[in-house]
């Protein structure tokens, strides 16, 4: 059963082929680092009504003396993927079944950690995150 990836034939907007367009790739081998360099928030332009994929950047503070397994509550979020520490925790989708991502306990440090969530799919107008201590299923 063929199931091709990607872009396979010619890009369209609406029914109007497009020509003289080029890709470029979106490096995330070390997504914390590279997103050092997106600090200016461009507003939507007039007119444009799609939600555009955002990358969120935090920082949080641990002070605990052990460092739990956990979860984080992605629901609110579209669909994206979301690193700590530059660990990538995988991929989340407002369709579920899973609505929380694995933290592992390990992959924090105690002080200042950081995350960057790529959402692909904007459904928020307020972006927040949380930890909990449970999954949450469809």
Same mark, same amino acid.
């Given at each position: 059963?063929?199931?091709?990836?990607?872009?396979?034939?010619?890009?369209?907007?609406?029914? /109007?082929?497009?020509?003289? =367009? *080029?890709?470029?790739? #979106?490096?995330?081998? +070390? !997504?914390?680092? %590279?997103?050092?360099?997106?600090?200016?928030? +461009?507003?939507?332009?007039?007119? @444009?009504?799609?939600?555009?994929? *955002?990358?969120?950047?935090?920082?949080?503070? #641990?002070?605990?003396?052990?460092?739990?397994?956990?979860?984080?509550?992605?629901? &609110?979020? &579209?669909?994206?993927? !979301? =690193?700590?520490?530059?660990?990538?925790?995988?991929?989340?989708?407002?369709? &579920?079944?899973?609505?929380?991502?694995? $933290?592992?306990?390990?992959?924090?440090?105690?002080?200042? %950690?950081?995350?960057? @969530?790529?959402?692909?799919?904007? /459904? +928020?107008? *307020?972006?927040?995150?949380?930890? @909990?201590?449970?999954? $949450?299923?469809?």
């Amino acid at each position: 059963m063929p199931d091709p990836k990607g872009i396979t034939e010619g890009v369209r907007v609406g029914n /109007q082929f497009l020509a003289n =367009w *080029t890709m470029h790739t #979106l490096p995330l081998a +070390h !997504v914390n680092r %590279n997103t050092n360099n997106f600090t200016t928030c +461009h507003p939507t332009p007039q007119g @444009i009504t799609q939600p555009r994929p *955002t990358f969120y950047r935090g920082e949080f503070i #641990l002070s605990n003396q052990t460092l739990y397994d956990s979860f984080l509550d992605m629901r &609110g979020w &579209g669909k994206g993927v !979301v =690193w700590v520490n530059d660990f990538n925790l995988g991929r989340f989708w407002q369709l &579920g079944p899973q609505f929380s991502l694995y $933290v592992p306990g390990p992959i924090l440090v105690q002080g200042k %950690n950081s995350m960057v @969530i790529l959402d692909l799919d904007v /459904q +928020h107008t *307020t972006p927040s995150i949380s930890f @909990i201590t449970s999954p $949450v299923w469809r």
